[in-house]
């Protein structure tokens, strides 16, 4: 019951924590159309629409692929596509533009159900993808840039702008657009905090990837399914572009925007620009936090007790792993000579322990002390032999330690002693 209690309370934390994170800050939401026909839409629109409540700017872009499939198909108009790109037929385009805007008021209507403000506007600009490869798409074409200066306004005003998949040239020729290439645009011409990729299905892929993880994904895998390829190369590219976080989810699943936000283990798949960007030093008001993430590893005889005194004499030698405001990890770096130093008081969030943040811990302190000069890290540890071998660190014996240290090592506490070469 008290470890019960004690999560929800982290929970209701947490909340508050992306709360004040995100206030002001700009999310953009791309949505395929089928869901706008399940079950859970209207507690999606619901959630977005508390979301813009609670003063995050909310940016949508209305998916309607499989819509305009259907108006083509109803109409009997030509529907040809090279690979996954749609050849636009100048006689097709009243049609896909009538489907792409019933999509987008689709998500308007139930966005006024819930007293949200939302206009539908032509604030993209596009040009035509052209011929490629001797194949004319026509009417089909490239997002070229976004009138921001409307936007600016717009979400100023607490309105929620939608956007259609259709772009129009200077001229106002109108063209057919990819929404997620769309929303990759929108993205990081409005400076968004995070894009997300609302899906009609789960995608299985791993729950996160940095930039460079997505192309070892991609090149790896046997056989490609065209959505996932698209939405993680637009995942990447969009992170390439200072984007902080891309989220790729199942919209299916009731509630999966609010976890996504609010909680940090998430739903679905997060891509990231570096895996290191989250570890930095940690600050002054910080140090109670660590102190609680530590506390069950002191309980379970894994750390040794440490005051808030202790860790603000040693504060510039802590590093924390941070997402999105939160700490869940943190590290102590302790030079002892030129050659040698310490990893020690490794600890991380037990609620995020099989994500991996413990050995990306390790990883940067590694990857710092070879930079900085040194030749050797090396950990004392009680339950943590194993996992320490399995990175690379092999046992020695007490007398390898730097003398200070081996003078104050405690035999009573039995400490084992583990080193790295680096």
Known sequence: MKETFREKTESIREVFLYLKRFQG????????????????????IGDLAELRNLGINILIVAGARERIDEVLSR??????????????TPDAMP?????????????????????????IGNWVRARTLGVVS????????????????????????????????????????????????????????????????????HLDCPSRMTVDEVDTYLENRATLDHELVDLLSNARETCSRGVKRVHIVDGNLDGVILQEVFSNLGVGTMVYANQYEQIRR??????????????PWVQAGHLLRRTH???????????????????????????????????AGLAVDEQYVELGIGGQLVSYIIDMARAQGFKELFVLTTQAFDWFRQLGFEQKDISALP???????DPRRGSRVLSISI
Not at 25 to 42: C, G, Q
Not at 149 to 156: A, C, F, G, S
Not at 170 to 198: C, M, Q, T
Not at 403 to 409: H, I
């Open 309 to 343: 005194g202790e860790l603000l004499d040693e504060i510039d030698s802590i590093y924390v792993y941070e997402v999105d405001g939160a700490l869940h990890g943190s590290v102590c770096f302790q030079p002892y000579n030129e050659h040698q130093a310490e990893i």
């Open 25 to 44: 800050k700009s999310f953009v939401i791309k949505i395929d159309h089928p869901l706008t026909e399940a079950p859970v839409f209207p507690s999606l």
């Open 134 to 201: 001797g194949v004319d798409f026509m009417n089909t074409g490239k997002v070229e840039r976004i009138m921001t200066e409307q936007l600016d306004e717009l979400t100023r005003d607490g309105v929620v702008p939608i956007f259609p998949c259709v772009g129009w040239s200077s001229s106002g020729e109108p063209y057919n657009v990819s929404s997620n290439e769309l929303a990759r645009v929108l993205a990081h011409s409005v400076n968004a905090d995070k894009l997300f990729f609302i899906t009609k299905r």
């Open 75 to 88: 109409y009997n108009i030509e529907n040809s596509k090279q690979g996954a790109v749609r050849i636009s």
């Open 282 to 295: 940690v600050h002054n008001d910080e140090i109670p936090v660590v102190l609680r993430i530590m506390e």
């Open 95 to 119: 049609f896909i533009k009538m489907a792409a805007f019933d999509v987008a008021n689709r998500i308007m209507t139930v966005l006024t159900a819930n007293e949200i403000r939302a206009v």
């Open 403 to 409: 003398e200070k240290k081996r003078l104050a090592y």
